[in-house]
């Protein structure tokens, strides 16, 4: 991925470099996003493509992280849009290729229109054309779409929480479960979903520290970051050190640094009235290490540790902290 930032960063340079090669670079990080569902960057790294060149590929992978995101209405408008797009290039085509065959030229080399029935039998004939080749990989796709929504509902429902304990022997459970409690770890039932590509291992070290993988979360820009390997004594100022050692690609505005975001805790459990899952979201010091907000009185762990990260420059800081349920590190949770 370093090698593929660095070409990124030549060819923002090379004014030589041809077209379809910043495509092709573009386009191979976004391959790379994708398979770790950082579907945010990979559509910021597809729409560089499209605008490079605007070939029909980017916008089905767009419409494809649209909907691994389960934003089908955008995954829907995009598909339309070049469906749309296509058709009208298609009948410009055809009215310009009838135009030219409508014309007859008789023996004093002077043009005549031909017969009115030849010409609508062509144009006739070549709407249907038009009707039977409709632009295949994204009408055979729009056709399809609601499967394709269906298909991804079930998979979701497949996709069991991500447990941290899910292959482990049961001596290896009991061990691990003892390990967190000693250290004054509570731990919850029910686990947060991550990608099921992530490694996620919880481990104990000869020096008696535990290390934690630890999911990012940019919810602002449906984006991920994942710490395989953060320290029980790291604090979040160490863990933001790391993160923002260079910008943030999708934060067009440079919003997001170490000293304008704001650090949360997610925490999931059933809502035993609403018998529904529910989050909540425990705020965060820089100054205070990994092993102390877990051990916090209103704190628990789902898995592994997952912590959501807002600028408080942007809007959507104050919408965020209008809809979820921020706990007070003082008091109850408030609304």
Same mark, same amino acid.
């Given at each position: 991925m370093i090698y593929i930032c660095d070409a990124i960063e030549h060819l923002k340079e090379d004014k030589e470099v041809s077209p379809e090669m910043k495509y092709q670079i573009y386009f191979y990080r976004s391959g790379i996003h994708i398979m770790v569902k950082n579907y945010g960057y990979a559509i910021e790294d597809l729409n560089q493509c499209t605008s490079i060149l605007d070939k029909d590929e980017a916008h089905l992978k767009i419409a494809e992280c649209y909907l691994a995101m389960e934003e089908h209405q955008k995954a829907k408008k995009i598909i339309e849009q070049r469906i749309k797009a296509k058709s009208i290039i298609s009948n410009e085509n055809s009215i310009k290729k009838d135009s030219n065959e409508n014309v007859y030229v008789n023996s004093n080399n002077q043009e005549t229109d031909i017969d009115e029935n030849i010409i609508n039998k062509k144009t006739t004939n070549s709407k249907i054309v038009t009707k039977e080749d409709p632009f295949d990989v994204f009408s055979k796709f729009n056709q399809n779409l609601e =499967? %394709? /929504? %269906? $298909? @991804? $509902?079930? /998979? *979701? =429902? /497949? %996709? *069991? &929480? #991500? @447990? %941290?304990? /899910? &292959? #482990?022997k049961f001596e290896e459970k009991s061990k691990l479960t003892k390990i967190l409690t000693d250290k004054g770890i509570k731990l919850k039932q029910q686990f947060h979903k991550i990608p099921l590509n992530y490694e996620a291992t919880i481990y104990l070290d000869q020096e008696n520290i535990i290390h934690f993988p630890v999911l990012i979360v940019y919810e602002e820009f449906n984006t991920t970051d994942y710490l395989r390997d953060v320290e029980e004594n790291s604090l979040i100022s160490d863990v933001l050190d790391i993160l923002f050692e260079e910008n943030l690609p999708a934060d067009k505005e440079k919003k997001y640094n170490i000293n304008t975001v704001k650090c949360y805790l997610e925490m999931s459990e059933i809502d035993p009235i609403l018998k529904k899952e529910t989050n909540t979201y425990f705020p965060l010091r820089s100054d205070e290490s990994l092993i102390d907000i877990l051990k916090h009185s209103k704190v628990h762990m789902n898995g592994i540790p997952v912590i959501f990260i807002i600028s408080q420059l942007t809007k959507f800081y104050t919408h965020f902290l209008k809809t979820k349920i921020i706990l007070n590190r003082k008091s109850k949770a408030v609304l």
């Open positions: =499967k %394709i /929504k %269906i $298909v @991804e $509902v079930e /998979k *979701q =429902k /497949k %996709i *069991q &929480n #991500m @447990e %941290i304990f /899910k &292959n #482990m």
